[in-house]
């Protein structure tokens, strides 16, 4: 072992000491959020939902491109469509799952009670750790939708970019809404294993479960389109999709006499209604994890 | 410099920490005594701010409770065991850490220089040895020259050569003036870093000393393992026991626990009555299993 | 550096790529101009009053305030400039007498008054032409009451900005056979339509923004020739006509609450050929036609592409001969108007069927033509037809659940709502001009290559956190 002197000199000397202050709320959130983005992106999961996003966008983009012939025919966002049910299968699973798998698995790890002995406060972990993977959830958002939009101007296309750029900034909207449903999870559950089984069973819930439960409730109740519009804004997923088209077709007449009847009854209101309801998924359980997140033993 | 005023813990219906007050002055270096489930460790954990308690914990002057963020900046912390981002670079680690104690350093060197890992800040938090991580971990918790430094079982992962380095380390440490709260249960530990024992034993304070008085009164924290032929054990048993010491037999000959300091008493009552020992073996009372030595006594 | 300037290049090459697109629709003006400058008054009626059958009537640039009658067989021509200009009452400009022509003029600012349909041009006499004006603000455009044998030609039609309710016909047609309607533009107006008039020609019209594009009531043998019927409430709705040629035609986005792109009620003989429908609710909807089986409603060479649905037949349509179309990734590609089967039509002739961007089946012989039949039969659109509320949850992957468990579980299969036994390998050619321009890509490149940099670079930056400025330090 090599010589050393310690004493309370040598280590202040090599680090420069503010003794008494630890560093700002925000400073810290920088911190754990850089490290958390850090570590996200060069994790597995990562890098397969990145591949596996990417590589069915192109895949989507090429065949709606390729079945137009090359013809440049489709103007009406006919590949903006096959996207947005790529994003509804695909960013749920991947935000619901990086979140659930955060805290808790770093709990399970003995690192959360490391990070906590640190000069840091709960929140600021939190916040850090739920802005760091909405960063590398956001990379693999554009990277994927990006690489989209290039495949289908080569293809000669005539998608609005305007539609691209708004479903990018929705699903990126919805990965934050999902993100923090899974931290919740994260922060609730006793082991990594139990949370991440319970984010793929909402991700199951919210798509297929809700939907088809919707689908039999219209068809058994015979229910009217005001409730089943308001019915469907339960689901995030649906928000999403009924969002993106409106912002990218300007009406909701594609969705048939429901989607009609909110166009009509609604029109630009809709914009606010939809970010009301997409908001507070992202919100609520993010607050809800961190009371729960302050309150429990980290170990 | 900490202020434990009748720290409650309660875990579901039991209660790992009841009613225990401690008082640390600057400079000085106390270490918690006590066996598995005497309340150590969540002692510890209690002062980091990681559990809520009953009573109240000051550190330096601070609340734990409400100013945890700014009294943790004055600890240094080493866990039993670093738990940590494994893909990390020690370096990285370092600087990680130090940012959220609000270090600006460049010279995460000389920091791991300190704590002997020259030549280490490439290597990956999964690739160092046990000892290795544990110096690291103290590395960084001497980031900022923290006026406190905690350690909660930070050898008892180690085997014995790790273990000797560490405490060595830590020995040259406590001579620098720091304050020092540790966990242990091994004699050797807090007799070399400590200056005052305080006993634990399932959640109460049992008892407290200065450290020159703590070997005496554990009383029995060797275990002698003589090898004796059959014959002569019996006559053996006896003649310890006349001569106060309270031998069991086992297998190949007799255990008898004997003072620290008189280790090799037994010997030299036993050639007196020339009784032939062919071997032995000191068994340290912490590789005994750490039971509490009073209940060893008691037996 | 270099890296930057290299960006900043290749950036300028797509801005300016992208500043050459536009929408060509944008460029008709809307507004209604109101009266200004020097006004005269009375001035063409006494110049036509001077007038005798067969001169030529020059009228020089000016604004002119009055409601013009001619009742003699004249030329009256308008030099560039030259404004009528109704003051916003009653008709504009009213032909009495045959053989007259109007050429040149801006005619604006009619009355509002639906009763008394106030109209821009009205012509009460066969063989007329009305060619190159330009009707701004009219509530009625040219209105054609019994004007057989007359052309209207090369006029540009703009309806006041009012509600569709209480708006006019751009154009209309009453009783007037054998009339020309060739390259006008029609905007925002009510319809124009041809009421009871034989053996007309509408060809190379433009109608946008109105609620009927195009609309037949009772005329046969029309030819509906190379227009462009977009974003109207229904691009051409064609009833109780008979002998009606729809060729080459763009119908596209017509979106109103029906939505057709094409509408036939109760019509016959028709052949609808090589037109492009695109984006509409619903490309082609059929009530009742062909009405008679005398002929096969023939629909051929057609593309109908991403619209809603691509043909809506109800259920007792019989008798179309639906071939050699492109169907390209219309959400529902035909749906039945409620329940039941399309078995009464047949979507192939001979050997040659459809073109369908859902075919599954492969060509092995290279023929050209699938092996395997195309089958329409999916659950949820089977759901769909019956509930069309259900459309709320298209594009959901609980609709691919559905649409796989129909697949899958031939108990739960729907009826096939049609077949064609002779699905096509490969789009029929249609008409390059009725290819939709790709005006966006660049701008589609530039948010593409955004994108992918901040995704990347966020990436990258997060990569490239190692401890930099790092010095192995210590006392070693």
Redesign the interface.
């Known amino acids: 072992?090599?010589s050393?002197t310690?004493?309370?000199?040598?280590?202040?000397a090599?680090?420069?000491?503010?003794?008494?202050?630890?560093?700002s709320a925000a400073?810290?959130i920088f911190?754990?959020g850089r490290?958390e983005l850090r570590?996200a992106v060069?994790s597995r999961w990562f890098i397969l939902y990145t591949l596996a996003f990417t590589g069915l966008g192109l895949s989507v983009s090429y065949i709606s491109a390729a079945s137009t012939g090359g013809s440049g025919l489709s103007g009406f966002g006919r590949t903006t469509a096959g996207l947005i049910n790529l994003v509804l299968l695909v960013v749920p699973l991947m935000a619901l799952t990086a979140g659930a798998g955060s805290i808790a698995s770093d709990r399970e790890?003995?690192?959360l009670?490391?990070l906590?002995?640190?000069?840091?406060?709960r929140v600021e972990v939190l916040i850090g750790k739920y802005l760091g993977l909405a960063g590398s959830l956001f990379a693999c958002i554009t990277l994927g939708l990006g690489l989209c939009a290039l495949i289908v101007a080569w293809k000669g296309e005539a998608t609005r970019p305007q539609s691209l750029l708004w479903l990018t900034g929705l699903t990126f909207v919805l990965a934050l809404g999902m993100l923090s449903v899974g931290m919740l999870l994260s922060s609730v559950a006793r082991r990594a294993s139990g949370a991440i089984g319970t984010a793929i069973f909402l991700w199951l819930v919210f798509v297929f479960a809700t939907d088809l439960v919707l689908m039999a409730g219209t068809l058994a109740f015979k229910l009217r389109i005001q409730e089943l519009f308001a019915l469907s804004l339960v689901n995030p997923l649906q928000v999403f999709k009924m969002w993106s088209l409106h912002s990218a077709e300007a009406s909701l007449d594609v969705l048939g006499p429901a989607g009609l009847y909110a166009s009509e009854e609604y029109g630009p209101m809709l914009h606010v209604i939809f970010a009301g309801c997409l908001l507070a998924w992202v919100v609520l359980p993010l607050v809800v994890a961190g009371a729960v997140f302050s309150?429990r033993?980290?170990? | 410099m900490i202020r434990i005023r009748e720290l409650v813990k309660t875990f579901g219906r039991s209660r790992a920490v009841d009613g225990v007050s401690i008082d640390i002055a600057e400079g000085q270096s106390v270490a918690l005594w006590g066996g598995n489930g005497a309340g150590k460790t969540t002692i510890i954990?209690c002062v980091?701010?990681?559990?809520?308690f009953g009573g109240t914990i000051e550190v330096g002057g601070l609340d734990v409770r409400r100013s945890?963020?700014?009294a943790?900046?004055?600890?240094g912390?080493v866990?039993q065991?670093?738990?940590?981002?494994d893909?990390l670079?020690a370096?990285?680690a370092v600087?990680?850490?130090?940012?959220?104690?609000?270090?600006?350093?460049?010279?995460?060197?000389?920091?791991?220089?300190?704590?002997?890992l020259?030549?280490h800040?490439h290597k990956r938090v999964r690739e160092l040895s046990g000892g290795m991580k544990q110096r690291l971990a103290l590395a960084i918790a001497?980031?900022?020259?923290p006026?406190i430094l905690i350690l909660d079982e930070v050898t008892a992962s180690l085997d014995a050569c790790g273990r000797d380095?560490l405490v060595q380390?830590l020995s040259?440490?406590s001579r620098?003036?720091?304050t020092m709260l540790f966990a242990s249960h091994r004699v050797e530990e807090v007799s070399s870093l400590a200056n005052r024992v305080v006993m634990l034993e399932r959640g109460r304070a049992v008892g407290e000393c200065g450290v020159e008085s703590f070997m005496p009164r554990l009383g029995l924290s060797t275990l002698l393992h003589l090898h004796i032929v059959e014959s002569a054990r019996v006559e053996a048993m006896t003649t310890l026991r006349a001569h106060g010491f309270a031998p069991r037999l086992n297998g190949v000959g007799l255990m008898v626990p004997v003072p620290a300091e008189q280790k090799a008493a037994p010997f030299r009552v036993l050639a007196q009555a020339r009784i032939a020992v062919d071997d032995f073996e000191l068994i340290r009372a912490s590789e005994v299993g750490g039971v509490h030595p009073t209940q060893e006594v008691a037996s | 550096m270099r890296a930057l300037s290299v960006i900043l290049s290749v950036l300028s090459v797509l801005c300016a790529g992208v500043a050459r697109g536009g929408d060509e629709h944008e460029a008709l003006p809307r507004a209604v101009v109101a009266a200004r400058g020097d006004v005269n008054v009375g001035v063409i009626g006494r110049r036509i009053a001077a007038a005798k059958d067969g001169d030529v009537v020059r009228i020089g640039a000016g604004v002119y305030r009055e409601h013009v009658v001619i009742d003699k067989r004249i030329a009256l021509i308008g030099e560039p400039g030259a404004i009528i200009d109704g003051g916003g009452s009653g008709d504009i400009v009213e032909i009495r007498s045959e053989g007259v022509t109007l050429r040149g003029f801006t005619v604006r600012n009619t009355g509002i008054d639906l009763d008394k349909e106030n109209a821009g041009v009205r012509v009460l006499a066969p063989r007329c032409v009305i060619e190159d004006n330009r009707l701004e603000g009219i509530l009625f455009g040219i209105d054609l009451r019994e004007a057989s044998g007359s052309v209207v030609r090369g006029n540009r039609i703009g309806g006041k900005d009012l509600d569709i309710a209480r708006r006019g016909d751009g154009l209309r047609l009453w009783r007037s056979d054998g009339a020309l309607i060739e390259n006008n533009v029609i905007h925002d107006g009510r319809d124009a339509i041809l009421w009871y008039s034989k053996g007309i020609t509408v060809r190379g019209n433009v109608g946008v923004r109105c609620r009927y594009g195009l609309h037949l009531m009772y005329s046969d043998e029309v030819v509906i020739e190379g227009n462009d019927l977009s974003e109207n409430s229904v691009g051409l709705y064609i009833m109780y006509s008979r002998v009606v040629q729809v060729r080459g035609n763009r119908l596209i986005r017509n979106r109103g609450p029906s939505g057709y792109g094409l509408g036939l009620k109760e019509a016959d003989q028709y052949a609808i050929e090589s037109n492009l429908i695109a984006g509409n609710r619903v490309g082609v909807y059929f009530d009742g036609s062909p009405f008679s089986t005398v002929k096969p409603g023939v629909v051929r060479g057609n593309t109908m592409a991403c619209n809603d649905i691509g043909l809506t037949l109800l259920p007792s349509v019989r008798g179309n001969e639906i071939s050699e179309n492109n169907f390209i990734d219309n959400i529902e590609q035909v749906s039945v108007g409620g329940r039941g089967e399309l078995k009464g039509n047949q979507f192939w002739k001979g050997e040659r069927g459809n073109y369908w961007t859902d075919y599954v089946g492969y060509d092995e012989n290279g023929d050209g033509v699938g092996d395997f039949v195309h089958e329409s039969q999916t659950l949820f659109e089977n759901m769909m037809d019956r509930e069309p509320k259900l459309r709320l949850l298209l594009f959901s992957p609980a609709q691919q659940a559905i649409e796989f468990i129909g697949r899958a579980l031939p108990a739960v299969r729907p009826e096939a709502k049609f077949v064609d036994e002779v699905p096509l390998m490969r789009p029929v050619e249609f008409p390059a001009r009725l290819v939709e321009g790709g005006s966006s890509i660049g701008w589609l490149v530039l948010a593409g290559v955004v994108l992918v940099a901040l995704g990347g670079g966020l990436v990258l930056m997060a990569q490239c956190?190692?401890?930099s400025?790092?010095?192995?330090?210590?006392?070693?």
């Open positions: 072992m090599s050393f310690i004493g309370s000199g040598s280590v202040m090599a680090c420069g000491v503010d003794r008494v202050r630890p560093p400073a810290n911190t754990i490290r570590d060069r790890r003995g690192m009670s490391y906590l002995a640190q000069p840091v406060t309150r033993s980290p170990v | 954990r980091l701010g990681l559990f809520r945890g963020k700014r943790r900046r004055l600890i912390y866990p065991e670093l738990g940590f981002y893909e670079r370096a990285e600087r990680f850490f130090a940012r959220l104690k609000g270090l600006r350093s460049r010279n995460e060197g000389e920091a791991l220089g300190h704590v002997g020259v030549g800040e001497l980031l900022g020259d006026p380095e380390l040259r440490l620098g003036g720091r | 956190d190692c401890p400025g790092f010095r192995t330090g210590g006392s070693a």
